[in-house]
């Protein structure tokens, strides 16, 4: 099924620009023609690598269209994908010749089916559901086919909707049972009374989803989504914006973020967390958590809560979002499959909240830094002063005031970001050289070198990532472990987008625009290679000390997306590794051996396998003593894993002098956060081995410095 992978999408080198490539007119008067005329000529001319508009591209485009359009196949008949397949080798001629009968026959049909199934979804609610039946629902939809009639349909839509209503029929259950416990007199309500109340909330659910926004969907909407999946068949990171998306796109450059403090994407009909960010309502609430998937939304005013599943992304967001100080309390799935409440208070979040951050900490009498960086962020337009290099090196000379003797780097969750900006960064920490290779198709390669040979840090240094560290995050990764100049602690490999993209305004296509706005189109146009020659692009960086985490098990990584580019490999940059110091393979031998046998990271894998196999089950029972069976067993099974977040590494970090000074003059939370992220590191396994190695790494500099001197 095509998915809506952009979680992963940070920008690397951002370019609202004209369309320089090309002089071709485009002039036609139909608005949907003449974006279809400049869309293809851009994906032929300026993708890295396109591919051809063809009966293959044909063939794809259809089955990931309807998918699309129709992921839980609860619209389309079996004879309606019999009478558009009539188009499934032609799609392609169409695109060249401008034209969108494909897109009007599928879409005519898509409004008629969805006002059949507002029919059937009441039709459906109407009655009451029996949870004594033994019956059961499976959510994997992929593997289902299309319904023959009405009457499979019907049956169809009926399990959705009582596997949609059996939570609310547990939560209504739950809440009763907890006002006789608070109150002896109180008058439980009857089995039937609370099952009319679930499908009753079920019901508003679904009118709202139909009638407030699939109705709202205007013609320019579903076009936009006919378009998005023409340009996703390219690779997962180039996508189309539409006008209304252009816009919070460029609301979200601008540097704040209002509602809860989260970043959402649409995964299949899923609206899933993809980030926290730092500071904001939802980070400081701990208990929403990246891949949490959002099922309901109900506002402070409201007595029951939205099921927002199916819904338009922008639509849940606006949903999720509020007037600062209101609360929203969201329904969510966890990783592990259990269902929870969660109330957020709404506020304004800025984008600083982000920025590079430090802390000292003393282990056996030594004195260590770490440093944790978010994103690579970057303003372009005043670069000088908002960069994450630029912070980062001055984060380093605080920590070098307070002694530090060694230094961790944590990338991990950190998605991306500037490639200027990673370039000058991994010269902070080597004399100078290449950094990464560039190269776009038919061009000669660029090496992007670090020309400045001051080095801000010449001491032991440790760079821990994740499967999501990603991009911006797998170049420094990289560079760093080709130069041997860091050792690598994390999973088995980095997310692997190996790919820069640039964001282009349609709008400069044209000359004179009369056709309203077009919106715009984020385009991969660059591939990017390691100074060893090799490629990130699905294999990512292996880390030199792997750890299982969270993610170990979860398909998350570039290699797991629809149309990735393949791996590939180049001649590698002239370098010359960093000869400096330390006993590189011993310290990673110890510190594998010290992974292998520590009961923490035993723990943390046998979390994450479980959690995997939670995420594969896919048939749910809709008998509701089973249900509740089953929901108990998940909640005993993961009340092992609760010692997780039990541990603690008793170790003391705290700010720098330059930041309790900050501390101490700050009006704000700043204070707060810092004692959070202190407590949070405290707990965290993989810090403390990071400053094991940093330990090791100490120990053998002195010996390799002395060799390399007397060598001399």
């Given amino acids: 099924m095509k998915r809506n992978y952009?979680?992963?999408?940070?920008?690397?080198?951002?370019?609202?620009?004209?369309?320089?490539?090309?002089?071709?007119?485009?002039?036609?008067?139909?608005?949907?023609?003449?974006?279809?005329?400049?869309?293809?000529?851009?994906?032929?001319q300026g993708h890295f690598?396109?591919?051809?508009?063809?009966?293959?591209?044909s063939e794809d485009f259809f089955e990931d269209y309807i998918s699309i359009t129709d992921p839980f196949k609860r619209y389309f008949y079996e004879s309606d994908i019999k009478d558009f397949e009539k188009f499934k080798l032609t799609i392609d001629d169409q695109l060249k010749a401008t034209d969108i009968t494909f897109f009007n026959v599928v879409n005519?049909?898509?409004?008629?089916?969805?006002?059949?199934?507002?029919?059937?979804?009441?039709?459906?609610?109407?009655?009451?559901?029996?949870?004594?039946?033994?019956?059961?629902?499976?959510?994997?939809?992929?593997?289902?086919?299309?319904?023959?009639?009405?009457?499979?349909?019907?049956?169809?839509?009926?399990?959705?909707?009582?596997?949609?209503?059996?939570?609310?029929?547990?939560d209504l259950k739950r809440e009763e049972k907890q006002k006789k416990e608070k109150d002896p007199s109180y008058t439980v309500k009857s089995d039937a009374e609370i099952e009319k109340e679930a499908r009753e909330a079920t019901l508003k659910s679904l009118n709202i989803i139909f009638e407030d926004y699939i109705d709202d969907q205007t013609r320019e909407d579903w076009f936009a989504i006919y378009v998005n999946t023409i340009v996703e068949e390219f690779d997962p990171h180039t996508y189309y914006l539409a006008p209304k998306n252009k816009e919070d796109f460029d609301q979200r450059m601008s540097g704040k973020l209002e509602g809860i403090g989260a970043r959402l994407q649409k995964r299949m009909d899923y609206i899933k967390v993809v980030e926290l960010i730092s500071?904001?309502?939802?980070?400081?609430?701990?208990?929403?958590?990246?891949?949490?998937?959002?099922?309901?939304?109900?506002?402070?005013?409201?007595?029951?809560?939205?099921d927002i599943v199916g819904m338009r992304i922008n639509d849940a967001i606006n949903y999720i979002k509020g007037p600062k100080g209101t609360k929203v309390t969201l329904t969510v799935k966890k990783v592990d499959g259990t269902i929870k409440d969660i109330t957020i208070t709404r506020d304004i979040v800025e984008i600083i909240d982000t920025y590079a951050k430090a802390s000292v900490v003393e282990k056996d009498g030594k004195k260590f830094g770490i440093i944790n960086l978010p994103a690579f962020y970057v303003d372009f337009q005043d670069y000088k002063n908002i960069n994450a290099a630029k912070d980062v090196k001055a984060e380093i000379e605080h920590l070098k005031a307070e002694g530090m003797e060694g230094l961790v780097l944590d990338l991990r969750n950190n998605g991306g970001g500037s490639l200027p900006t990673v370039v000058e960064m991994a010269g902070l920490f080597i004399k100078d050289g290449p950094i990464v290779q560039v190269r776009s198709t038919g061009e000669a390669k660029e090496v992007l070198k670090d020309r400045d040979k001051s080095i801000s840090w010449d001491g032991p240094l440790v760079i821990l990532v994740n499967e999501i560290s990603a991009s911006a995050s797998e170049i420094m990764s990289a560079a760093m472990q080709d130069y041997?100049?860091?050792?690598?602690?994390?999973?088995?490999?980095?997310?692997?987008?190996?790919?820069v993209q640039n964001v282009m305004n349609l709008n400069n296509m044209l000359r004179n625009n009369n056709a309203g706005d077009l919106g715009a189109l984020a385009l991969t146009t660059q591939k990017y290679y390691r100074i060893n020659g090799g490629s990130v692009q699905l294999e990512g960086?292996?880390?030199?000390?792997?750890?299982?985490?969270?993610?170990?098990?979860?398909?998350?990584?570039?290699?797991?997306k629809d149309n990735p580019l393949p791996w590939d490999e180049i001649d590698p940059a002239i370098y010359t590794p960093w000869e400096n110091y330390f006993d590189y393979e011993t310290t990673v031998a110890k510190s594998n051996e010290r992974m292998k046998n520590n009961p923490q990271i035993a723990l943390i894998d046998e979390n994450a396998k479980w959690v995997k196999n939670k995420i594969d089950e896919t048939v749910f029972s809709?008998?509701?003593?089973?249900?509740?069976?089953?929901?108990?067993?998940?909640?005993?099974?993961?009340?092992?894993?609760?010692?997780?977040?039990?541990?603690?590494?008793?170790?003391?970090?705290?700010?720098?002098?330059?930041?309790?000074?900050?501390?101490?003059?700050?009006?704000?939370?700043?204070?707060?956060?810092?004692?959070?992220?202190?407590?949070?590191l405290s707990k965290d396994v993989y810090i403390e081995e990071a400053l094991n190695v940093l330990e090791d790494l100490k120990a053998s500099y002195p010996i390799k410095k002395v060799a390399s001197a007397v060598k001399k």
């Fill in 108 to 170: 005519q049909r898509t409004l008629q089916r969805i006002a059949e199934a507002k029919e059937i979804y009441k039709a459906v609610l109407a009655k009451p559901f029996d949870y004594t039946i033994n019956e059961s629902y499976d959510s994997d939809t992929e593997k289902a086919d299309f319904p023959k009639n009405k009457k499979e349909m019907t049956e169809r839509w009926r399990k959705q909707l009582k596997f949609s209503t059996i939570s609310n029929y547990d």
């Fill in 49 to 57: 690598d396109p591919i051809q508009f063809d009966d293959t591209f």
């Fill in 6 to 44: 952009k979680a992963m999408l940070l920008v690397l080198l951002l370019a609202f620009a004209s369309c320089s490539f090309t002089t071709k007119k485009f002039d036609n008067p139909d608005k949907d023609k003449l974006l279809i005329q400049i869309i293809t000529f851009v994906l032929e």
């Fill in 484 to 499: 041997k100049r860091a050792i690598i602690i994390g999973s088995k490999q980095t997310y692997g987008k190996g790919t």
């Fill in 622 to 680: 809709l008998n509701y003593n089973d249900y509740v069976k089953q929901n108990e067993k998940n909640e005993a099974e993961s009340k092992k894993f609760d010692a997780i977040d039990d541990y603690n590494a008793h170790l003391n970090f705290y700010s720098t002098t330059f930041e309790k000074s900050l501390i101490e003059n700050d009006s704000s939370d700043l204070k707060e956060k810092r004692e959070r992220w202190h407590k949070s």
């Fill in 541 to 560: 960086v292996k880390s030199d000390v792997t750890v299982p985490g969270r993610f170990t098990y979860i398909n998350v990584g570039e290699k797991d």
């Fill in 279 to 306: 500071g904001g309502p939802a980070w400081k609430g701990e208990e929403l958590e990246v891949e949490d998937v959002i099922l309901k939304v109900k506002q402070e005013d409201e007595d029951t809560p939205v």
